[in-house]
């Protein structure tokens, strides 16, 4: 099973994306997905969680900001991402609860 990630791009602080992270495989049985980021320089980061169940944790710093959410039928999980901010520029990765990582996905937040 691999993810592919998408959705990245530029974006003016205040904008919004969606990223998509996208299953070769089904997921419907994947206990968890996560989202992490890595911006220039930094170690990566946790961004926030979703559950088979459909519960989801974030990260203080996109709390409010960002949802995610899955579509067992598309084997996609998706990272809504509204009122980004420079600090937000990273690329974005997936990750399945079997530690499948994602290619990542480039965002850049310009002020």
């Known amino acids: 099973v691999q993810l592919q990630a998408s959705g990245g791009g530029l974006v003016q602080a205040g904008g919004s994306l969606r990223l998509s992270c996208t299953s070769s495989g089904s997921f419907a049985s994947v206990d968890y997905m996560d989202w992490f980021r890595q911006a220039p320089g930094k170690q990566r980061e946790y961004v926030g969680t979703?559950?088979?169940?459909?519960?989801?944790n974030y990260a203080d710093s996109v709390k409010g900001r960002f949802t995610i959410s899955r579509d067992n039928a598309q084997r996609t999980v998706y990272l809504q991402m509204n009122n980004l901010k420079p600090e937000d520029t990273a690329i974005y990765y997936c990750?399945?609860?079997?530690?499948?990582w994602g290619q990542g996905t480039k965002v850049t937040v310009s002020s």
């Open positions: 979703i559950l088979r169940t459909g519960m989801t």
């Open positions: 990750r399945s609860s079997a530690n499948t």
